[in-house]
């Protein structure tokens, strides 16, 4: 699927960004934040109206966090992230934490 953006209207071309892309940039951004151990399962899954996104992701947590402190931080970095790289607006996150990792002592 391929997400077509109006460039500056000094410019005569456009802005394509394919959904391959979204995808990487919003799982790049919640694996950043320490304490997420990966996004794994389902992944992340993405939905794109018009200029606006939002994003079902499932992640993996370390014990040592607090799983709401790790949500709030995906949620804000995935949308810092993807409306600095993209002509897009990030409206709903869904974090999903679909497990803990204990680490072995």
Do not use: P
Request: aromatic share 6%.
């Amino acid at each position: 699927m391929k997400t077509k953006r109006n460039a500056d209207s000094s410019y005569n071309g456009d802005v394509t960004y394919g959904h391959n892309v979204l995808l990487s940039i919003v799982r790049l951004a919640a694996q950043e934040i320490s304490g997420v151990e990966s996004v794994n399962g389902r992944g992340v899954r993405l939905y794109v109206r018009n200029d606006v996104v939002d994003a079902d992701v499932y992640i993996e947590v370390n014990s040592e966090v607090s799983c709401s402190d790790i949500a709030y931080k995906v949620q804000d970095n995935i949308k810092k992230t993807v409306e600095t790289m993209t002509d897009y607006k990030m409206e709903v996150i869904n974090v999903n934490i679909i497990s803990v990792k204990f680490s072995k002592h």
